[in-house]
């Protein structure tokens, strides 16, 4: 959103800090996300539920056709809350409890995509246990590093997750043996905040590999969930509100084109550039080297800046003033509680509203009530 299209009048009386989102822009995202896969009609994408599970958001996204992609007993409750088919729910993490697995078999979703043979034991003797059988993707460890946050790369083989890329086939075999278990194809998942398509392009090649050499063992692939992963600009918000869906499918079109069935997981890309958290100076601190703009949000309420060193650009919403430099802090006992060190902003007084922006993805939905702080509320545009 430009600086002066937020709607500083209605605003003001509600309590920052809060998340303003466009559902405008999420509405033309989705439409984009639509468009491009109009000549895949059999490929879907799963919403990544954790990057933001406001019940609005959801809805809309669930409207729009989308399924969810889950990663706990709570997420599934809110998925289905929002309308989202239980059919469309698939169902990964790597320490999912017995309630939830319970909880998940019940409601019938998708898939379970299930990351080790320890769970795929548990899995079929709960499915049994209440006649049931549950599909199930094996999540695939393919060993590949996506150049972005250290935090946040998930796909290399020594991370926690998944089944390494070389050592799966007796856990297909098994999958095909356990009664109460359906075997239905392959997960992914290389990282998160990705912008260098070649690290999707690694994982396509990786997935043909790893597919050629089941096929010549005589094991079924079954259908592939490529995971999600696509980046934002957190630093051009303006120039680039909509994430680069045909480049990214483009590769997937490309590389596993003849595939009939192909999922994806997004998040960040769908929602982050529809988010921005709103908050408001308190005070402004001449400090011995610098000059602090405190404001009212935390990193309880945004955390990725103290948590990855993230970067989101800020503005003064309410100031044509000269620019100066201001290190943008919050009111929490921790040193770091920081959005960002000598962001240039427009001169800040006392109660100017703040826009963080791009924080619509892992802001709401990682906010904490750290320090007895209330949880940021949400606004949406009319
Ligand atoms: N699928 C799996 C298996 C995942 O682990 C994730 C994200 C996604 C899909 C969705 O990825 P996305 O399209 O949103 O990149 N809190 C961090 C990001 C953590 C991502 C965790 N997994 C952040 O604030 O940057």
């Given at each position: ?14 309590r920052?800090?809060f ?32 990057a ?8 809309q ?13 709570g997420?599934i ?49 709960r ?19 996506a ?38 194809g ?40 490529v995971?999600?992963?696509?980046g934002i600009?957190?630093?051009h918000?303006?120039?680039?509100p909509?994430a680069?869906f ?23 890309s ?20 610098r ?8 990193m ?15 503005e ?22 920081v ?6 902003l ?37």
């Open positions: 959103m430009l600086k002066g299209s937020y709607p500083l009048d209605r605003f003001d009386g509600l920052t800090p998340y303003y989102y466009d559902t405008n822009l999420l509405a033309l995202t989705l439409e984009t996300v639509r468009t491009a896969l109009q000549d895949r009609p059999s490929w879907q994408v799963h919403y990544a539920v954790k933001n599970h406001n019940q609005r958001i959801l809805s996204i669930a409207q729009a056709g989308l399924g969810a992609d889950c990663v706990s007993g997420e409750k809110a998925a289905l809350d929002a309308g989202f088919p239980a059919s469309s729910i698939v169902y990964a993490g790597v320490g999912k409890a017995d309630w939830e697995i319970d909880l998940a078999l019940e409601a019938g979703v998708g898939r379970f995509n299930v990351e080790s043979s320890a769970e795929l034991r548990i899995l079929s003797e499915a049994a246990a209440k006649g049931l059988v549950a599909p199930v993707s094996l999540r695939v460890n393919p060993d590949i590093g150049h972005t946050l250290a935090g946040i790369t998930t796909g290399l083989a020594e991370n926690k997750f998944g089944i390494y890329h070389g050592a799966l086939e007796p856990v297909i075999r098994e999958a095909l043996e356990l009664p109460a278990i359906r075997y239905c392959l997960h992914f998942h290389i990282g998160s905040q990705i912008l260098d398509m070649s690290d999707f392009v690694a994982l396509c090649n990786r997935i043909n590999d790893l597919t050629t050499r089941l096929e010549r063992l005589r094991l079924p692939v079954g259908d592939i969930n995971g999600g992963g696509l600009e957190y630093e918000p303006n120039h680039l909509i680069d045909n480049g990214y499918f483009g590769v997937f079109k490309r590389l596993l084109g003849t595939r009939a069935d192909v999922h994806f997981e997004l998040g960040r769908l929602v982050a550039p529809c988010g921005t958290l709103i908050t408001r100076v308190l005070y402004v601190k001449e400090g011995v080297a000059t602090f703009a405190i404001v009212d949000a935390g309880n309420d945004l955390v990725r800046p103290a948590m990855y060193h993230a970067y989101h650009r800020i003064n919403l309410s100031s044509d003033g000269p620019e100066r430099p201001y290190d943008v802090v919050g009111p929490i006992c921790e040193s770091s509680d959005f960002g060190k000598g962001v240039v427009n001169e800040c007084r006392r109660g100017d509203y703040i826009a963080i922006r791009s924080a619509g993805a892992y802001g709401e939905s990682m906010a904490s009530t750290y320090n007895c702080r209330a949880l940021p509320g949400a606004v949406f545009t009319e």
